[in-house]
């Protein structure tokens, strides 16, 4: 594919050049180490719970079989991004081939999508084991739960299928810098050689569509959680009812609440450096907590850790 500094220029160039975090060379160093620590913590925390459920046969029900499957996700999804922008921090160019720069976008978008998918169905599933608890056994089977998982997985990544050909094939000139760490279609979309409104129309629709419908679904599965534990009569029951979705409550606060304020919210080019903060918000520090939340507030998952730790 040729892409052209300009529309008069007829060589073709290697790639996009990614800005990252500009700063002195102390800095990056410093960023360095620091990313990489959040990086290796993140994969040991998520790993650990996979291993967790897998290693423990009381944990082979729908409820952790989700979770193990959100933490493969949580490791797939900050690889997406920080071995290049650890590459990034020691590279001199700063460039990312475009083959590198679509398929970081295609995973990092396809896999966010997959994580939102994830959420609704373990918000359903927390659903059905409050408001529904005599028939939870019998719905949220084994089978339905292997479905859930699959169809997350395959939706996720048919949804962006679209969108990475769109861009593809699409012609870019200018000075090809992309002032983030990856490859944002924003930017992206602003180096076009040919400005074209409907495109833009359809990639934020396309981005919209799996980020506020499973966000409304989870909204409306709590709003009947909340009212089935208000019904219950005893203050140890609204606890128990509670703990049971505390956990999958703060980390859908903690990723909503990051991505809303991205996407949901208009932008302008003096805001890329708070763009930055919340895209490393939302897509490596939410991943590094997970772990933490859920195994701080799971007994179970705390007693599987350290069973399994002391093999």
């Known amino acids: ?22 700063c002195p060379k102390e800095g990056k160093i410093l960023l360095f180490v620091l990313f990489t620590i959040f990086y290796l913590l993140t994969l040991l925390g998520n790993s650990s719970i996979i291993c967790a459920v897998c290693w423990d046969q009381r944990l082979h ?4 079989i989700l979770l193990a499957n959100f933490s493969f996700l949580e490791i797939c999804y900050v690889t997406s991004t920080v071995p290049n922008m650890l590459a990034n921090f020691l590279s001199n160019t700063k460039v990312i081939s475009f083959s590198g720069c679509f398929l ?12 939102n998918f994830f959420l609704a169905v373990m918000a359903f599933d927390r659903y059905l084991a409050i408001c529904r608890p005599l028939h939870y056994p019998t719905i949220m089977t084994r089978h339905l739960c292997a479905k859930l998982v699959v169809n997350c997985w395959v939706f996720g990544f048919l949804w962006f299928s679209i969108p990475i050909i769109i861009i593809s094939r699409m012609s870019f000139c200018g000075d090809r810098i992309i002032d983030h760490f990856l490859c944002d279609p924003g930017p992206l979309l602003a180096l076009t050689c040919e400005k074209a409104p409907m495109i833009k129309l359809v990639f934020s629709t396309l981005l919209s569509v799996p980020l506020i419908i499973p966000f409304l679904f989870i909204m409306g ?18 606890k128990k009812a509670f703990s049971t979705c505390g956990s999958h409550l703060a980390v859908v606060s903690l990723f909503y609440g990051s991505v ?3 996407y949901g919210s208009p932008t302008s ?3 890329a450096g708070m763009q930055k903060i919340v895209t490393l918000f939302y897509s ?21 850790l350290q069973k399994f730790l002391k093999i």
């Open 1 to 22: 594919m040729k892409i052209f500094n300009n529309p008069s220029n007829s060589s073709t160039i290697s790639g996009f050049i990614l800005l990252g975090f500009p």
């Open 61 to 64: 029900t729908p409820m952790y």
């Open 104 to 115: 970081q976008f295609y995973f990092f978008f396809s896999l966010g999508s997959t994580e």
């Open 221 to 238: 599965s709590y709003a009947l959680v909340l009212r089935a534990v208000l019904n219950v009569p005893s203050e140890a029951g609204r």
């Open 260 to 262: 809303l304020v991205m």
């Open 269 to 271: 080019e003096h805001e």
């Open 284 to 304: 490596v520090v939410t991943p590094f907590l997970n772990p933490v939340i859920y195994s701080l507030r799971n007994k179970e998952i705390n007693t599987a």
